[in-house]
């Protein structure tokens, strides 16, 4: 190595297991590792150390059995800008040794399925982001892989883009594929994944059903009461309430955070108003990766 350049270890004995059919998400934020994890596991990058199997296959000692078996989609999409929609997929699939006449016919195919036969002839750049995600998505399916690999799918698309998308891949999930995507967006790996690994600096913090990971959020749901005055001695009572874990106000906000739900708001609302306050406005939060997240790293995933 260089003078002067720091040895910086992305990944450290991340260890994880993605089931056939799983929709699998790696969460974390900006130079957690999740590239650098989705680049062992699709060939791109060599490991220094440890090792990984695809669909059987050994990353290391066959990496082109794991390429057969895998589709990628980057995280920056990166078609080829001198060729056509469809001539991108017909490419592509000649990798693989799929003959011209197939391939155009499932290129057509999988144009067809995303809304996007009409572009067959276009140039790329014609095309908007979410529609190149899209073709980045037909090119990745054309040899009809085991496992689909995204990095950061919906980075960049306008919100409606990203709902498209979302509902592009939840089909593939019905349909069976097994899909390992990256994100850093913990709404996209909610709606998503069935099981989520939390990364953070390279480190494994977190690994279960993304239902799990969130009633493992601590501190339980947050109940937020708008009053129309300072809480006063409320707050004190409140805290004093079953079920509480935890009361905090500002203003004329009382927040109270309950090991139990929404059920604990009725007695809320008597104390509330036993105490000269009325309740302006309500609002409940359920437990969230986002604060399971904040707890694991005492930070907030951006
Ligand atoms: N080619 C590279 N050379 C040096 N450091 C890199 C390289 N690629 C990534 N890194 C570093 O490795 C860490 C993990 O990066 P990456 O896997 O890209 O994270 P993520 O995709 O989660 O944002 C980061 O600290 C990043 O700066
Ligand atoms: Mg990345």
């Not at 790996?189 to 239902?211: S, V």
Request: with cysteine; proline share 4%.
């Amino acid at each position: 190595m260089p003078a002067g350049v720091k040895e910086l270890v992305a990944l450290h004995g991340l260890d994880l297991d993605v089931g056939e059919g799983e929709f699998f998400g790696l969460l974390g934020p900006n130079g957690a590792g999740k590239t650098t994890t989705l680049g062992i596991l699709t060939t791109r990058v060599l490991a220094t150390a440890g090792q990984a199997t695809v669909a059987g296959a050994d990353v290391i000692n066959d990496p082109v059995g794991v390429r057969r078996r895998i589709g990628v989609v980057p995280q920056r999409a990166n078609p080829d800008r001198g060729l056509n929609v469809l001539e991108n997929l017909v490419f592509h699939a000649a990798y693989f040794g799929i003959p011209r006449g197939e391939a155009i016919r499932r290129g057509m195919e999988h144009l067809e399925r995303l809304g996007m036969q009409d572009k067959a002839d276009e140039k790329v750049d014609a095309l908007s982001g979410g529609q190149q995600q899209r073709l980045m998505i037909a090119r990745a399916l054309i040899h009809e892989p085991e496992v689909l690999f995204l990095d950061e799918p919906t980075v960049g698309l306008d919100p409606q883009a990203r709902l498209s998308l979302w509902e592009l891949l939840r089909e593939m999930h019905r349909q069976g594929r097994t899909i390992v995507m990256t994100t850093h967006y913990m709404q996209e790996a909610d709606e998503l994944c069935d099981r989520l690994a939390i990364i953070d600096r390279g480190k494994l913090l977190a690994l279960d059903a993304t239902a799990t990971l969130k009633a493992k959020a601590p501190g339980g749901t947050l109940i937020e009461l708008e009053l129309d005055g300072p809480p006063g001695a409320a707050l004190d009572l409140a805290r004093g309430l079953e079920h509480v874990t935890g009361a905090d106000a500002t203003d004329s906000v009382l927040r109270v955070q309950s090991a139990a739900g929404g059920r604990i708001i009725s007695a809320l609302i008597d104390t509330v108003e036993r105490n000269g306050c009325h309740v302006k406005n309500i609002s409940l939060t359920e437990p969230s990766l986002e604060t399971l997240f904040i707890s694991l790293t005492g930070r907030k995933l951006d």
